[in-house]
C-alpha cells in the first residue's frame, strides 16, 4: 500500500512532467503569482507581520490580552493572548493567525492544545480582501462586503467552539501549562523593531513562495483541462442544492486557489445570490493554498494536516449555512438578495429535507473529529502508562 512520501512523491513527479510539457502555462501562472505577491500580498501583510511580531517580542501583549482573558476563557477555553490573535486575525488576514498562535507557543504563552485552537479560531480572511478585493473589486457591490464579513467571521466563531469540543488539554499538558513563559530578552527598541522586520520579511517571503507555486500549478490545471473535468464531476451533486453548474468551476478552482475561485465565481452570470453563498464558502476554506500557509506554522505546533482540512471544510460548510440563512432574513438589505423560487437560498433555507441532511453532514463531520481525538488521546494516554513499549 502507498504511504504518504510515496504519494507526495508521485504528484511532485507529475508536476515536472506538466510544467516541462507545459512550460508556458507555467511561467504565466508563476508570472502572475509574482505579481500578486508584490502588488496585493506583501504590502498588505507586511506591517502587521511587523506590528504582530513587535507586540509579541516586546512583552506588549500580554498587557492588552489582560482584559479579554476571561472572555475567551469561557468561550473557547483559551487565554487573552488567543483573543489578540483573532483580533489581528481578522484586521489582517491568511495567515498572520496562525503565526501569531506559533510564535506564542515557542515562547510557552500557549499550551500545545490552545496553540491549536487558536490556529483554528484565527484561519480567517481580512477585510481587505473581503471588501477590497471580492466585494468592491470583483463584485461591485461594496454594500455586500457586511454580509460576506458576518457570514465568515461567525463561521469562524463557530469553528473555534467545535475546536474547543474536541481538542481538549491534557494532563500532561496541563502540568506543562505551570512552566513559566520565556521571558522576552531585553533589547533596546531598535533592536525589537529590527529583529521583527527581518523575521516578517523571511516569513512573508515563505507566503509568496506558496501563492507562486499554487499560481503556477492551477493555470497548469485549467489549460489542460483538469479542472473543467473535476467541476464536470461535482456539478451534478452541486445542482442537487440548486447551485448552478457553471459555479462548479469557481469552487473547484477555489479549493485550490482562493483568488482565482473567487474571479472565476463573480466572473460568471449566475444570479448574485448564489455568487455570495459560494464566495462565502472559499473564503471561509481559503483553499489548499492558504491551508498550506497556515500549515507551515501549525505544524510547529504539531497539529497536523488532516485535522487543519477537516475544520476548514467545516468552516466553509457553516459559512453556507450562516449566508443562506442571512439572505434568508435579510433579503431586502441588497436588492438582489430577494429570494425566488428556484433560488439556491430558497431552495435550501425552505426545504427540509436538505437543510435536515446539512444538520447530518456537520453533525457527522463534528463527531468524526471527535472521534479522531478520542482516539488519538487514548493511543497516548496508552504511551503514557506504557513509556517502555
Given at each position: 500500500?502507498?504511504?504518504?512520501?510515496?504519494?507526495?512523491?508521485?504528484?511532485?513527479i507529475?508536476?515536472?512532467?506538466?510544467?516541462?510539457?507545459?512550460?508556458?502555462?507555467?511561467?504565466?501562472?508563476?508570472?502572475?503569482g509574482?505579481?500578486?505577491?508584490?502588488?496585493?500580498?506583501?504590502?498588505?501583510?507586511?506591517?502587521?507581520f511587523?506590528?504582530?511580531?513587535?507586540?509579541?517580542k516586546?512583552?506588549?501583549?500580554?498587557?492588552?490580552?489582560?482584559?479579554?482573558?476571561?472572555?475567551f476563557?469561557?468561550?473557547?477555553?483559551?487565554?487573552?493572548?488567543?483573543?489578540v490573535?483573532?483580533?489581528?486575525?481578522?484586521?489582517?488576514?491568511?495567515?498572520?493567525?496562525?503565526?501569531?498562535?506559533?510564535?506564542?507557543?515557542?515562547?510557552?504563552?500557549?499550551?500545545k492544545?490552545?496553540?491549536?485552537?487558536?490556529?483554528?479560531?484565527?484561519?480567517?480572511?481580512?477585510?481587505?480582501?473581503?471588501?477590497?478585493?471580492?466585494?468592491?473589486?470583483?463584485?461591485?457591490?461594496?454594500?455586500?462586503?457586511?454580509m460576506?464579513?458576518?457570514?465568515h467571521?461567525?463561521?469562524?466563531?463557530?469553528?473555534g467552539?467545535?475546536?474547543?469540543?474536541?481538542?481538549?488539554?491534557?494532563?500532561?499538558?496541563?502540568?506543562?501549562?505551570?512552566?513559566?513563559?520565556?521571558?522576552?530578552?531585553?533589547?533596546?527598541?531598535?533592536?525589537?523593531?529590527?529583529?521583527?522586520?527581518?523575521?516578517?520579511?523571511?516569513?512573508?517571503?515563505?507566503?509568496?513562495?506558496?501563492v507562486?507555486?499554487?499560481?503556477?500549478?492551477?493555470?497548469?490545471?485549467?489549460?489542460?483541462?483538469?479542472?473543467?473535468?473535476?467541476?464536470?464531476?461535482?456539478?451534478?451533486?452541486?445542482?442537487?442544492?440548486?447551485?448552478?453548474?457553471?459555479l462548479?468551476?469557481?469552487?473547484?478552482?477555489?479549493?485550490v486557489?482562493?483568488?482565482?475561485?473567487?474571479?472565476?465565481?463573480?466572473?460568471?452570470?449566475?444570479?448574485?445570490?448564489?455568487?455570495?453563498?459560494?464566495?462565502?464558502?472559499?473564503?471561509?476554506?481559503?483553499?489548499?493554498?492558504?491551508?498550506?500557509?497556515?500549515?507551515?506554522?501549525?505544524a510547529?505546533?504539531?497539529?497536523?494536516?488532516?485535522?487543519?482540512?477537516?475544520?476548514?471544510?467545516?468552516?466553509?460548510?457553516?459559512?453556507?449555512?450562516?449566508?443562506?440563512?442571512?439572505?434568508?432574513?435579510?433579503?431586502?438589505?441588497?436588492?438582489?438578495?430577494?429570494?425566488?423560487?428556484?433560488?439556491?437560498?430558497?431552495?435550501?433555507?425552505?426545504?427540509?429535507?436538505?437543510?435536515?441532511?446539512?444538520?447530518?453532514?456537520?453533525?457527522?463531520?463534528?463527531?468524526?473529529?471527535?472521534?479522531?481525538?478520542?482516539?488519538?488521546?487514548?493511543?497516548?494516554?496508552?504511551?503514557?502508562?506504557?513509556?517502555?513499549?
Amino acid at each position: 500500500m502507498l504511504g504518504r512520501k510515496h504519494l507526495l512523491a508521485a504528484g511532485s513527479i507529475i508536476f515536472i512532467i506538466l510544467v516541462t510539457a507545459y512550460p508556458t502555462q507555467s511561467l504565466a501562472g508563476a508570472r502572475k503569482g509574482i505579481s500578486d505577491f508584490f502588488e496585493f500580498v506583501l504590502p498588505a501583510l507586511l506591517p502587521f507581520f511587523v506590528g504582530t511580531s513587535i507586540l509579541i517580542k516586546s512583552g506588549a501583549l500580554s498587557t492588552l490580552s489582560a482584559r479579554l482573558n476571561r472572555i475567551f476563557m469561557a468561550l473557547f477555553n483559551l487565554p487573552g493572548e488567543s483573543a489578540v490573535v483573532f483580533i489581528m486575525s481578522c484586521i489582517s488576514g491568511y495567515p498572520n493567525g496562525a503565526r501569531m498562535a506559533a510564535e506564542l507557543y515557542s515562547q510557552r504563552e500557549l499550551t500545545k492544545p490552545q496553540a491549536a485552537r487558536t490556529i483554528i479560531l484565527a484561519s480567517t480572511s481580512g477585510p481587505s480582501f473581503i471588501v477590497g478585493a471580492v466585494a468592491a473589486g470583483l463584485l461591485l457591490s461594496p454594500s455586500s462586503a457586511v454580509m460576506l464579513s458576518i457570514c465568515h467571521y461567525l463561521s469562524a466563531i463557530i469553528t473555534g467552539l467545535l475546536a474547543r469540543a474536541i481538542i481538549k488539554d491534557t494532563a500532561h499538558e496541563t502540568n506543562t501549562k505551570k512552566l513559566p513563559p520565556k521571558k522576552p530578552q531585553e533589547q533596546s527598541a531598535s533592536r525589537v523593531l529590527v529583529s521583527s522586520i527581518k523575521s516578517s520579511m523571511v516569513d512573508l517571503l515563505s507566503v509568496g513562495a506558496f501563492v507562486i507555486f499554487f499560481a503556477s500549478l492551477i493555470s497548469i490545471l485549467e489549460f489542460t483541462g483538469v479542472v473543467d473535468i473535476i467541476a464536470q464531476v461535482f456539478s451534478d451533486p452541486l445542482q442537487l442544492i440548486g447551485i448552478p453548474p457553471q459555479l462548479s468551476k469557481g469552487i473547484v478552482a477555489g479549493m485550490v486557489e482562493m483568488t482565482n475561485g473567487a474571479v472565476s465565481i463573480t466572473s460568471t452570470l449566475a444570479p448574485f445570490s448564489y455568487k455570495l453563498v459560494c464566495l462565502c464558502a472559499i473564503i471561509s476554506f481559503g483553499g489548499f493554498s492558504i491551508i498550506f500557509q497556515i500549515y507551515s506554522y501549525a505544524a510547529q505546533c504539531k497539529v497536523k494536516m488532516s485535522v487543519l482540512v477537516l475544520m476548514k471544510l467545516f468552516q466553509a460548510v457553516t459559512s453556507v449555512f450562516v449566508s443562506t440563512l442571512y439572505i434568508h432574513l435579510f433579503p431586502t438589505d441588497i436588492a438582489v438578495f430577494a429570494p425566488t423560487n428556484s433560488g439556491f437560498a430558497y431552495v435550501f433555507a425552505n426545504s427540509t429535507i436538505l437543510f435536515v441532511t446539512g444538520a447530518l453532514f456537520l453533525f457527522a463531520l463534528g463527531a468524526a473529529m471527535a472521534l479522531y481525538s478520542l482516539k488519538f488521546e487514548n493511543r497516548y494516554k496508552k504511551r503514557r502508562s506504557n513509556p517502555g513499549k
